[in-house]
């Protein structure tokens, strides 16, 4: 049969049809080309084996089988997150949009958030959840890095849920903007574009951010922020990549901050994602993909290869590489990127 047809970043302008017989022997690169089976390819970059059948990767402009029924959340989406009820195997899935989020209760999508405008597409909906109390209860804390941050309580039994609350003040009465957010250390951790900050108390009106450090010993501003580990916590920034170690003592000094390597971080908190192996990996704003262990935190960069295509199709405008997201797919071992090209 003919095979699917679109444009990939390593067939510009191109257009390829083949065909192959089954059964096939699959990518082999061992022998000489005289030498290769009927049923076999010798080259085979663009080529993705996926469910007993071979076909060419998908392309960022490649549309597949139908579209999914949005939510009644104010579109474009910009952050998807799924939640769960504490002690249970409940679950519910949040949808965040440029203007409110929505959650999926048993029966149907409830409202929990209005923003106070529409807000850039690049501002995208970032999500953290910790069950503490008693009773136990999951509060999931949803920002956007422009509005104060909300905080939704999952109700204990049944799925009637209240309208979020906003995110309580501090001791010196200011509200940290968060525009990325995680839970590490039984704390809600989140980051400002200069600062991080974290509290370790929680109540049903929300958290009280009451410890804050600005990290202003690098220019650059900060860009994600992700749990290593179940004690300490990871800051990506512009340029640089700082770690949050738990030393425990007062809670204004319970991590300890340090720059631990300079490297071009992630276009957005959603273009980073790690894999089953605890292993980090992001696109910057300049298209290069970037891979750090989870053990040592060596950098690779395993797209280099394509790297001067999608540089040449990015925008240096935030508007464009701010939507950048990174999705892994466990089943396959594999981590895809998501980004628009520039349109002349």
């Known amino acids: 049969m003919a095979a699917i047809q679109s444009v990939g970043a390593g067939q510009t302008g191109e257009k390829v ?8 022997k699959g990518v082999i690169r061992n022998s000489s080309e005289i030498e290769q089976p009927k049923d076999s390819l010798y080259v085979g970059e663009n080529l993705h084996f996926f469910q007993g059948e071979l076909r060419q990767r998908p392309s960022w402009n490649l549309a597949r089988n139908s579209t999914i029924a949005a939510p009644p959340t104010t ?9 769960h009820r504490a ?8 949808v965040g949009g440029v203007a409110n989020v929505h959650v ?3 029966s149907a999508w409830l409202q929990v958030v209005t923003w106070g405008a529409t807000r850039a597409q690049f501002r995208q909906v970032r999500y953290a959840e910790i069950a503490i109390g008693t009773p136990l209860l999951t509060y999931v804390v949803i920002c956007n890095g422009v509005d ?20 309580v003040a501090n001791a010196s009465g200011a509200v940290p903007l968060w525009r990325d957010v995680c839970n590490t ?38 860009i994600a922020i992700q749990p290593l580990s179940t004690l300490n916590v990871g800051v990506w920034k512009e340029r640089s990549f700082w770690i949050g170690v738990f030393a425990g003592g007062s809670e204004a000094t ?4 340090r720059l631990l390597k300079w490297v071009e971080g992630p276009a957005s908190p959603a273009a980073l994602t790690r894999d089953s192996k605890g292993n980090w990996f992001w696109m910057t704003k300049t298209g290069r993909l970037v891979m750090m262990e989870a053990e040592g935190y060596q950098i690779s960069y ?4 394509i790297w001067p295509i999608t540089r040449d199709q990015m925008s240096l405008n935030i508007t464009e590489y701010g939507t950048i997201h990174a999705v892994y797919r466990p089943f396959y071992d594999e981590v895809w990127f998501f980004y628009g090209a520039v349109t002349a």
């Open 75 to 83: 579109a474009p989406v910009t952050g998807i997150f799924s939640t």
């Open 104 to 106: 999926l209760t048993d």
């Open 254 to 257: 319970s991590f300890r901050w």
């Open 17 to 24: 049809l083949a065909s192959f017989p089954v059964p096939y």
């Open 148 to 167: 104060t941050p909300q905080v939704l309580t999952v109700p204990a039994t049944g799925g009637v849920f209240a309208v979020a609350t906003a995110m």
């Open 302 to 305: 395993p797209g280099d290869g």
């Open 185 to 222: 250390s039984d704390r809600i951790v989140g980051i400002t574009d200069t600062e991080v900050s974290w509290t370790a108390n929680l109540s049903i009106a929300g958290p009280a951010a009451t410890s804050v450090k600005g990290l202003t010993e690098t220019p650059d501003l900060c």
């Open 87 to 94: 002690s249970s195997r409940d679950q519910y899935l949040l």
